[in-house]
């Protein structure tokens, strides 16, 4: 079964820090565009960070560089997002993503159009 299982989510206070998780099964892991997108009530999605899976290359969005590490762990086909420095702006529905069609120059160029998604976890943030 093609799927993601996100994990991790949670409550902190602001300046906390919180690690999320996506295990992948059902299809090949590497070299794939995957990466992670939040939704907070009454916004629309948007992406937090993207990596070409065994190549690398992380793309940031400005409200996280600095702050926010996407990996992976190609031996337990797991993505991950470590959050630092958590704000309450910070706060929405995490979801791990996949595009399983996009190369690399694609991935890496500009946003990716996700053809999977897990369940999403929440992330909260208090101040």
């Known amino acids: 079964q093609v799927q993601l299982v996100e994990s991790g989510g949670g409550s902190v206070q602001a300046g906390g820090s919180l690690k999320l998780s996506c295990v992948a099964s059902g299809f090949t892991f590497i070299r794939n565009c995957m990466g992670w997108f939040r939704q907070a009530p009454g916004k629309e999605r948007e992406e937090v960070a993207r990596?070409?899976?065994?190549?690398?290359?992380?793309y940031y969005a400005d409200s996280v560089k600095g702050r926010f590490t996407i990996s992976q762990d190609i031996a337990k086909n797991t993505l991950s997002l470590q959050m630092n420095s958590l704000k309450p702006e910070d706060t929405a529905m995490y979801y791990c993503a996949a595009d399983l069609s996009a190369p690399l120059g694609t991935c890496l160029g500009g946003q990716m159009k996700p053809s999977l998604w897990g369940q999403g976890t929440q992330v909260t943030v208090s101040s």
């Open positions: 990596i070409f899976t065994l190549v690398g290359s992380p």
